[in-house]
């Protein structure tokens, strides 16, 4: 089955760019399924950020959207995560998944095992 | 955005009761509703998607229900291994929220 790992630095400067990937094993990254973001900050809930079709095709959060993108490299089977002008509020741990449709569902069935991202000077 | 309230927010039970949590949706979402379980530094799994449909190998005490509105998940008969938080999540349309969570603790 699909394995999904996240990397990219740990501790960002505050106004930095928090940039993540999520390397796809055990599976095609092109195949029908849509690869998301998801984070939690520290004792709170699940954010849903955003999404990539292999085809290139994304959908963002709108309250991330100024400040996300979103891309997927099939060669490197690779998908990644962009966020600029970050601030304290956007500590979290980073979750890549993989999003599937299914007749009257879409659910995300494979999770990373979620990257901590802390925003201090 | 679709809003999701999920209730209770905490809830305190003991090996073998029933439990049940609820998600309201704040629209309709037919029946596109996710149950997932964390563990605390885990990621969560997927438990239910559909609202009723049990994800393969995950225990027949857990189901769901629902549409529309209103869901819930019930586990029947509480394990050791069921103490953990629980989120739902509409996936009817971008962006796809999660309820805040429910923190399900031994009594």
């Known amino acids: 089955h699909v394995q999904l790992q996240e990397s990219g630095p740990g501790l960002v400067r505050p106004s930095g760019t928090l940039s993540l990937t999520c390397a796809v094993s055990?599976?095609?990254?092109?195949?029908?399924?849509?690869w998301t973001w998801v984070r939690q900050p520290p004792g709170k809930g699940l954010e849903w950020i955003g999404e990539i079709y292999h085809s290139g095709t994304t959908s963002y959060n709108p309250s991330l959207s100024s400040r996300l993108t979103i891309s997927l490299d099939e060669s490197l089977k690779h998908f990644s995560l962009k966020l600029t002008s970050v601030t304290a509020a956007d500590t979290a741990v980073y979750y890549c998944?993989?999003?599937?449709?299914?007749?009257?569902?879409?659910?995300?069935?494979?999770w990373g095992q979620g990257a901590l991202v802390t925003v201090s000077s | 955005d679709i809003e999701v309230t999920q209730s209770p927010s905490s809830l305190s039970a003991s090996v073998g009761d029933r439990v049940t949590i609820t998600c309201r949706a704040s629209q309709r979402i037919s029946t596109f509703l996710n149950w997932y379980q964390q563990k605390p530094g885990k990621a969560p799994k997927l438990l239910i998607y559909?609202?009723?449909s049990l994800l393969s190998g995950v225990p027949a005490r857990f189901s769901g229900s629902g549409s529309g509105t209103e869901f819930t998940l019930t586990i029947s008969s509480l394990q050791p291994d069921d103490f953990a938080t629980y989120h739902c999540?509409?996936?009817?349309?971008?962006?796809?929220?999660f309820g805040q969570g429910t923190k399900l603790e031994i009594k």
């Open positions: 055990g599976g095609s990254i092109s195949d029908s399924n849509w």
């Open positions: 559909g609202a009723s």
């Open positions: 998944v993989k999003t599937s449709g299914v007749p009257a569902a879409v659910l995300g069935d494979f």
């Open positions: 999540q509409q996936s009817f349309s971008t962006p796809y929220t």
